[in-house]
């Protein structure tokens, strides 16, 4: 059985995954409200600045380390759709946004350690970004649950 790394970035399908994500976020960033959201949406300007396809390019860089942290729901998914014999995008979907808060973590995990490596504004950024990182993340995963199902059937 494919793994969800070989899923995801199938080279048929991962532009299309790419775009998706890409808007996911982009309506995530659009969505937020209060003053936390004022350095949400000035860091995420200030990325598009820098470079406008920043998004996208992050996402499909780290698809595979993405699609790696979220490979064991993505396990227990297919074994939970088997032992049902539901549908594997909607058992995957359901599991992921129960998930919510593990499936954060293992995203951070990966956007943690790249972060470490960058330098200049977009380290200070993602930084000052982070604390309330997880919270954001968790809110945007069952998006990110309905995002991803349609490439696992």
Same mark, same amino acid.
């Given at each position: 059985? #494919? *793994?969800?790394?070989?899923?995801?970035? @199938?080279?048929?399908?991962? +532009?299309? &995954? %790419?775009?998706?994500?890409?808007?996911?976020? =982009?309506?995530?960033?659009?969505?937020?409200?209060?003053?936390? #959201?004022?350095?949400?949406? #000035?860091?995420?300007?200030?990325?598009?600045?820098?470079?406008?396809?920043?998004?996208?390019?992050?996402?499909?860089?780290?698809?595979?380390?993405?699609?790696?942290?979220?490979?064991?729901?993505? %396990?227990?998914? @297919?074994?939970?759709?088997?032992?049902?014999?539901? +549908?594997? +995008?909607?058992?995957?979907? #359901?599991? $992921? *946004?129960?998930?919510?808060?593990? &499936?954060?973590?293992?995203? !951070? *995990? $990966?956007? =943690?350690?790249?972060?470490?490596?960058?330098?200049?504004?977009? @380290?200070?950024?993602? =930084? @000052? !970004?982070? =604390?309330?990182?997880?919270?954001? &993340?968790?809110?945007? %995963?069952?998006?990110?649950?309905?995002? !991803?199902?349609?490439? &696992?059937?």
């Amino acid at each position: 059985m #494919a *793994t969800l790394v070989e899923i995801l970035t @199938r080279e048929e399908v991962r +532009p299309q &995954v %790419v775009r998706a994500c890409a808007s996911l976020i =982009d309506a995530e960033v659009k969505s937020k409200t209060g003053l936390s #959201a004022l350095a949400i949406k #000035a860091g995420y300007k200030l990325v598009a600045a820098i470079r406008p396809t920043m998004v996208a390019d992050v996402v499909d860089r780290l698809l595979p380390e993405f699609a790696a942290a979220m490979e064991p729901v993505f %396990v227990e998914s @297919r074994e939970q759709a088997a032992r049902a014999g539901a +549908p594997l +995008p909607e058992v995957f979907a #359901a599991h $992921v *946004t129960t998930e919510a808060p593990r &499936v954060a973590q293992a995203l !951070l *995990t $990966v956007t =943690d350690r790249r972060a470490a490596k960058a330098s200049g504004p977009l @380290r200070k950024t993602y =930084d @000052r !970004l982070r =604390d309330s990182a997880e919270a954001h &993340v968790r809110i945007a %995963v069952p998006g990110l649950a309905r995002t !991803l199902a349609p490439f &696992v059937a």
